[in-house]
């Protein structure tokens, strides 16, 4: 026998799935209430994230994150020289050179492709260079830029440390000669072997 529905239950839907009735029960007024609290909230969020120029977005977020980060992993080297014993110390650390590799795929992919063969830049991986004699010049390069600005300098946009921890992972790209483009400049005496 089916169920009749109770005199206070409330009233049921004009339709029916597979014999089962539902009833017709409005939406809660919390329900709505919540729905246009996220829609003032959201025009609000808009006008100050998009609007305000004084607004703090994720990006400075990430930024202060970032230098918070870099500040506690430099406390254990100090500031660095851009001196060749520097560079070489920091090319045969495995744990500074996944940071430079980092580093160098966010800031230098772009021109001189993830690996260093080079897309619009030159490539890395040869023993031929544009602007580089010895390998101090890489950093150098790094902080002033080269080529009339198509190398954009970084020195204001990256630390000194962090410009010489570049400039070693850039040094330890030479010699693997991947393919890519083709060797651009003068072909440079080799790096001066590490000190024991």
Do not use: C, H
């Given at each position: 026998m089916p169920n009749t529905p109770a005199p206070s239950d409330p009233p049921l839907a004009h339709h029916a799935y597979d014999g089962i009735h539902e009833y017709d029960n409005?939406?809660?007024?919390?329900?709505?209430?919540?729905?246009?609290?996220?829609?003032?909230?959201?025009l609000g969020y808009y006008l100050i994230y998009n609007l305000d120029?004084?607004?703090?977005?994720?990006?400075?977020d990430l930024a202060a994150d970032q230098t918070r980060e870099y500040q506690r992993l430099f406390a254990e080297v100090g500031d660095l020289k851009a001196d060749v014993p520097t560079m070489q110390k920091m090319m045969a650390d495995p744990k500074w050179m996944l940071f430079a590799a980092s580093s160098f795929r966010s800031r230098c992919a772009s021109c001189h492709g993830p690996d260093g063969t080079g897309i619009i830049g030159p490539n890395l991986t040869d023993d031929s260079y544009k602007n580089i004699k010895v390998m101090t010049d890489i950093p150098a390069v790094i902080t002033n830029g080269a080529a009339a600005g198509a190398?954009?300098?970084?020195?204001?946009?990256?630390?000194?440390?962090?410009?010489i921890l570049l400039g070693s992972y850039v040094a330890s790209l030479r010699g693997k000669n991947l393919p890519g483009r083709a060797p651009e400049g003068e072909k440079i005496p080799p790096w001066p072997a590490p000190s024991k």
């Open positions: 409005p939406t809660p007024g919390w329900w709505y209430a919540i729905f246009f609290a996220t829609v003032l909230f959201s120029p004084d607004a703090k977005t994720i990006q400075d190398m954009p300098a970084q020195r204001n946009a990256i630390s000194e440390n962090e410009i």
